[in-house]
């Protein structure tokens, strides 16, 4: 039978891990966010440069006449490149740092608690490679 020591211990980790997973799901839905942000903003500039094509709008740069389009579309392609890096080089590191920090806790944990092995079984599920 544990002692007291003992079972605060075990308290203290059970609530280290409980956080974790909270900060896991802040940050997965702070990804998510940032995603369905980006394809609204690039479904609305698709929209605004096909309407621009549509009306025959082009402008003029010292002596350089182009279509408004192609502008909008050079603007939109600059914000998705600033939504990928702020996804894959920000909030997808936290995610990772948290995830690993999680798993750190169920490898702990394991042995007095066996079900306890969420992030485990999120990260052995979660990966679908196309390329590597």
Not at 3 to 23: C, L, S, Y
Not at 54 to 80: D, E, K, P, Y
Not at 88 to 111: D, F, P, Q, T, Y
Request: glycine letters at 4%; proline letters at 2%.
């Amino acid at each position: 039978m544990p002692d007291q020591k003992e079972r605060e211990d075990n308290q203290i980790v059970m609530e280290a891990w409980k956080k974790t997973i909270d900060v896991q799901q802040h940050f997965n839905e702070l990804e998510f966010r940032i995603r369905n942000f980006a394809v609204t903003v690039f479904v609305a500039i698709l929209g605004l440069a096909g309407v621009a094509v549509q009306n025959h709008v082009f402008v003029t740069i010292l002596t350089f006449r182009t279509s408004l389009a192609s502008w909008i579309l050079l603007v939109g392609l600059i914000g998705w490149f600033a939504f990928y890096f702020m996804d894959r080089l920000w909030s997808h590191r936290l995610l990772i740092g948290a995830v690993r920090h999680g798993e750190s806790i169920e490898n702990e944990m394991i042995k007095d608690h066996p079900s306890i092995a969420l992030t485990k079984a999120i990260s052995t599920a979660s990966p679908i490679k196309f390329f590597r």
